[in-house]
């Protein structure tokens, strides 16, 4: 109610005070802007003139947006307001804009050049206050090179970690005085690009780093077209951050006196600025609030804690709420003892902490994959914690762990690396490593004499067994002999799994043994096997903490028992024991293609061999689309789904979030939007709606990767802020 009375007076005072307007968008040497005057952008999206906040009678020039409700995104004369309405825009004779009172005293330039020049002030329909030079037509000056408390769209948060130059936001000093605020907002590019708030020069909040597609700190931003946020890099060094421009979407994201980001957008029908984004968004937020190595999570009580391994560095000031000091490490790691007489046994462990904002100060390696970056980090005894987004490769800390705090929903992983005694209740697996041969010897006995047994079982009686069931279908498993599965669509067919025994895939894999470890997959990870008879297998090992994953791994089972076909993967069995849950596809000699794509074993891939690629997933879709019995829409299409075996033929795989589509069915809906960024159509992405287009949209940006071997996700033009599609769309036919 407050608020709305003080907009209406703000409203009232600009309606006084602004009176004529000349009908341009311009200020040339020959005319000049008188305050009570203003000028008004072609489209009349944005208005330049004097402002006097609420309840002063100071004089500001500043540019609002035309809208009933005036809010002001530029000042010019900030620190220097004028004390009576004398004040005139004009443009000087060598060619700079000049604020001057009746008196003639300058209060702001624009302080260019002191080279004489004919120009152009023009204000634009983004509101971008332009001065343009003459002769040429270029722009040589421009205010959102020059903010004040507002980002816009187009606006370009810049940063030159070279020569240090930056484009920076400055609050307002209290809401009603234009002054230089105590805040400052921008882009800090050093290593990966974070958007900060700073009190003087101290963080005030950190936005987390940008992976090519979004600021992972912040939770509800969502992909590069629905919010439209890029950030380029240009050969002088420059980075810079940028929302694209909305059309007629009015949209502001202003940084208040209190060092808040308040995002507002314009309702047309009405007629109010609807608060669709603020930040920091709670007491968490404000960057370091536990210290050094704490965790900040709203729904604990209280709400700061150390993280695993660390504990409160003054327990008194901890308890009393004044989390300031942060903690220290509890037990000291394997690393900082005497590596001579430490046991091999008890190497350093990770501890991993999911959807929080990853700390700041992070070291990176860029386009690796998730499993490389935890033999890195364990390799080196600096390094504190790391963490894997698939758009920046892995992150290390080595410093501290500051800046932490966790989500109910979204943000990131962190493994933080602890003492191998604060994992207390994991089985140390490599005690059976040195178990004598002979034992392993029987168990591989056992593993054969339970698969014999099983198979002999198969013939037999059906025993009762669970009853597992999913979204798309329903799966019997019955006894031990195998997995029966029903769907809804195609109830008369009935197909039978072999069933693997855990303790044979266990050998196989030497106890899934991190060195036999493949990739990680979306719901566990994947172990190259070995069975008694020689032959290779890869095992996928649904993480038991993964509640998620039973449904797509039901899924799989279902989906992927039902096809064969050069071009998909193999499923050769499964296992279902106690809380263990396993697929056992055909093992893929060159594993991946995102292995070879994008990085320097390119030149593997000829283009014979891309084009064989490219024609071989072809095939893999068509026969998942139209010429298997079900239509099957995979939904998540990219390089690392693509396997490819010792002759480079490429293999489909991960079918945890395909879905199976009824006869005559050709689109549905999903609540659930599941796939990767970069490759989800935009209907998809968007709306939930998912098709064979889907998967036909991501098999092109897979063909587009294939043939330039660049990410469409981190593509980087020279000139533009374009993505791989984006780039390739602008590229004529000749
Ligand atoms: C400036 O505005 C005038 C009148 O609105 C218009 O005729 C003229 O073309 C504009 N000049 C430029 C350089 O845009
Ligand atoms: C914008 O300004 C012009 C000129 O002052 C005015 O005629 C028009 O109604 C304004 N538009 C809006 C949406 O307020
Ligand atoms: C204009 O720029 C010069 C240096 O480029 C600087 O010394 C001077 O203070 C500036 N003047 C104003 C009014 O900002
Ligand atoms: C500046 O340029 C404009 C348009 O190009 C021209 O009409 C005007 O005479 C020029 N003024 C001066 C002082 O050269
Ligand atoms: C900003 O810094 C000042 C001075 O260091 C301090 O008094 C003030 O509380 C800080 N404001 C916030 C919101 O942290
Ligand atoms: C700062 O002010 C804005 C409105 O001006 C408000 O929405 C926000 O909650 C304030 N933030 C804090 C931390 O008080
Ligand atoms: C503004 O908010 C209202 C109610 O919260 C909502 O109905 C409306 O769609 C929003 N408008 C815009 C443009 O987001
Ligand atoms: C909080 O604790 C730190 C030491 O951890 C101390 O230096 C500081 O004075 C304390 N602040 C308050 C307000 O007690
Ligand atoms: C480990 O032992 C070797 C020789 O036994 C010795 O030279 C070395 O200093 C020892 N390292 C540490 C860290 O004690
Ligand atoms: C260890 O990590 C730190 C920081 O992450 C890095 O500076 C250093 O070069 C690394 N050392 C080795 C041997 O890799
Ligand atoms: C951490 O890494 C940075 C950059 O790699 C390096 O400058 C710094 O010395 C390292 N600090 C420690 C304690 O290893």
């Known amino acids: 109610m407050l608020k709305l009375f003080l907009q209406s007076l703000f409203i009232l005072f600009f309606l006084l005070s602004s009176g004529f307007c000349i009908e341009s968008d311009n200020i040339t040497a020959s005319s000049v802007l008188k305050d009570g005057d203003t000028i008004v952008s072609s489209g009349?999206?944005?208005?330049?003139?004097?402002?006097?906040?609420?309840?002063?009678?100071?004089?500001?020039?500043?540019?609002?947006?035309?809208?009933?409700?005036?809010?002001i995104i530029w000042v010019a004369n900030r620190d220097k307001p004028l004390d009576d309405s004398t004040g005139i825009v004009t443009i000087s004779e060598d060619g700079d804009i000049l604020l001057i009172n009746g008196k003639k005293e300058i209060f702001w330039s624009s302080n260019?050049?002191?080279?004489?020049?004919?120009?152009?002030?023009q204000l634009l329909d983004n509101g971008n206050l332009v001065l343009i030079d003459n002769s040429n037509g270029r722009i040589i000056w421009e205010s959102f090179g020059h903010p004040t408390d507002a980002f816009l769209p187009k606006l370009k948060l810049n940063d030159n970690p070279r020569t240090g130059e930056r484009v920076l936001l400055t609050s307002w000093k209290t809401p009603r005085d234009p002054d230089f605020g105590s805040f400052t907002a921008g882009l800090q590019a050093l290593n990966i690009p974070q958007i900060f708030i700073w009190n003087g020069s101290r963080p005030h909040w950190r936005s987390g780093p940008w992976n090519g597609q979004i600021l992972t700190g912040v939770t509800d931003m969502y992909v590069v077209y629905l919010d439209g946020y890029s950030v380029t890099k240009f050969d002088d060094g420059t980075v810079s951050f940028m929302r694209d421009y909305y059309g007629k979407i009015l949209m502001k994201i202003i940084l208040k006196p209190n060092g808040s980001f308040v995002q507002t957008m314009w309702d047309v029908n009405r007629r109010v600025w609807n608060v669709t984004w603020i930040a920091p968004i709670d007491v968490c937020d404000v960057y370091g609030k536990c210290g050094p190595f704490g965790n900040c999570n709203l729904r604990n009580s209280p709400m700061c804690s150390c993280l695993k391994g660390y504990e409160p560095k003054n327990k008194e000031e901890w308890d009393k709420g004044n989390w300031s000091g942060g903690c220290v490490r509890k037990t000291f790691?394997?690393?900082?003892?005497?590596?001579?007489?430490?046991?091999?046994?008890?190497?350093?462990?990770f501890w991993k902490i999911t959807n929080v904002k990853v700390p700041d100060f992070m070291d990176v390696s860029t386009a690796l994959e998730a499993e490389e970056c935890e033999g890195l980090c364990l390799?080196?005894?600096?390094?504190?914690?790391?963490?894997?987004?698939?758009?920046?490769?892995?992150?290390?800390?080595?410093?501290?762990?500051?800046?932490?705090?966790q989500f109910p929903v979204g943000g990131s992983v962190l493994q933080v690396r602890v003492a191998y005694s604060e994992l207390d209740k994991k089985k140390d697996i490599r005690v059976i490593v040195i178990v004598p041969v002979t034992i392993g010897v029987v168990i591989i006995f056992i593993g054969v004499f339970f698969l014999w047994q099983s198979m002999a079982k198969r013939k037999g009686a059906n025993r009762k067994g669970r009853i597992l069931t999913h979204e798309v279908g329903k799966a019997y498993i019955r006894g031990s002999s195998g997995v029966v599965i029903r769907d809804d669509i195609d109830e008369a067919s009935l197909d039978e799994l072999p069933l693997f025994s855990f303790k044979m895939l266990e050998t196989a894999t030497f106890q899934f043994d991190v060195t036999n470890l493949l990739g990680k997959g979306g719901f566990g990870p994947v172990y190259k096997g070995k069975l008694v008879n020689g032959?290779?297998?890869?095992?996928?090992?649904?993480?038991?903490?993964?509640?998620q994953g039973?449904?797509?791994?039901?899924?799989?089972?279902?989906?992927?028992?039902?096809?064969?076909?050069?071009?998909?993967?193999?499923?050769?069995?499964?296992?279902?024991?106690?809380?263990?849950?396993?697929l056992i596809y055909e093992y893929m000699a060159n594993r991946s293609l995102d292995l070879y794509l994008f990085n320097r074993f390119q030149e593997i891939l000829d283009w014979t061999k891309r084009f064989n690629i490219i024609e071989g997933i072809g095939r893999g879709l068509l026969y998942l689309h139209r010429d298997?019995?079900?239509?099957?829409?995979?939904?998540?299409?990219?390089?690392?789904?693509?396997?490819?075996?010792?002759?480079?033929?490429p293999k489909i795989s991960d079918f945890g979030m395909a879905r199976i589509f009824g006869g005559n069915q050709d689109q549905a809906n999903t609540g659930r939007v599941v796939g990767t960024y970069g490759y989800m159509a935009p209907e998809y992405a968007m709306g939930g709606k998912f098709s064979e287009k889907s998967d036909v949209f991501s098999f092109g940006v897979l063909?587009?990767?294939?043939?330039?071997?660049?990410?469409?996700?981190?593509?980087?033009?020279?000139?533009?802020?374009?993505?791989?599609?984006?780039?390739?769309?602008?590229?004529?036919?000749?």
Request: glycine share 4%; net charge positive; with cysteine.
């Open 703 to 734: 063909v587009l990767e294939i043939i330039s071997g660049t990410r469409n996700t981190i593509f980087y033009n020279d000139d533009s802020s374009l993505s791989l599609l984006g780039y390739v769309s602008t590229l004529q036919m000749v």
């Open 333 to 349: 790691l394997q690393c900082d003892r005497n590596s001579n007489s430490s046991d091999k046994n008890k190497e350093d462990v």
């Open 44 to 71: 009349k999206v944005y208005s330049l003139g004097f402002f006097s906040p609420e309840k002063t009678t100071n004089r500001y020039l500043g540019i609002w947006n035309n809208v009933s409700a005036i809010s």
């Open 628 to 649: 298997s019995r079900l239509k099957i829409i995979h939904r998540d299409l990219k390089p690392s789904n693509i396997l490819l075996d010792e002759h480079w033929n």
């Open 535 to 547: 032959k290779d297998i890869a095992v996928k090992r649904l993480s038991r903490a993964s509640g």
């Open 112 to 121: 260019i050049t002191n080279s004489p020049m004919n120009t152009t002030a």
């Open 379 to 405: 390799r080196n005894c600096s390094c504190l914690a790391y963490s894997h987004d698939p758009g920046i490769g892995c992150m290390f800390w080595n410093r501290s762990l500051i800046d932490v705090r």
């Open 550 to 582: 039973l449904q797509e791994f039901m899924n799989e089972v279902v989906v992927i028992s039902k096809l064969q076909h050069r071009n998909l993967v193999s499923l050769l069995g499964c296992c279902v024991e106690k809380e263990e849950k396993m």
